[in-house]
């Protein structure tokens, strides 16, 4: 692409969403946030969740500095019923829940 055609694009590649903005690809993830997690997100819909834009190949880690959840929260995300670790990848069109880990006695 030209300097002078600097201007957004969408492409689909392998059925697979993502953007070009600039010279950066980005990957669109649904995000169901629980509990005082909430809060971290102005105007959080919990029946819509949010969707946030992140870099192709953004890691958990990456995803909670994006939405502004400290890692002091250790947050519990999941997504496809597995459990996710802070360096785990982010697949493009991922449905993620994040919770806030329970503890009792």
């Known amino acids: 692409m030209h300097g002078a055609l600097k201007c957004y694009w969408t492409f689909f ?3 697979t969403r ?13 995000i169901k946030l ?3 997690l909430r809060d971290y997100v102005s105007d959080y819909d919990p029946q819509k969740g949010v969707t ?3 870099s192709a190949g953004a890691t958990v880690s990456d995803m909670l ?3 502004g959840i400290p890692m002091s929260k250790v947050p519990v995300v999941i997504c496809n ?6 360096t785990d990848t982010i697949q493009p069109d991922s449905t993620l829940h994040i919770f806030q880990p329970v503890a009792g006695g």
Do not use: N, P
């Not at 993502?18 to 649904?30: C, D, F, N, P």
């Not at 019923?81 to 802070?86: D, F, N, V």
């Open 52 to 54: 946030a834009d992140l």
């Open 34 to 36: 629980f509990s005082v």
């Open 18 to 30: 993502l953007r070009s903005v600039g010279k950066e690809i980005l990957m669109r993830v649904q």
């Open 65 to 67: 500095s994006h939405l």
């Open 13 to 15: 590649r392998d059925a």
């Open 81 to 86: 019923g597995r459990i996710l670790q802070a």
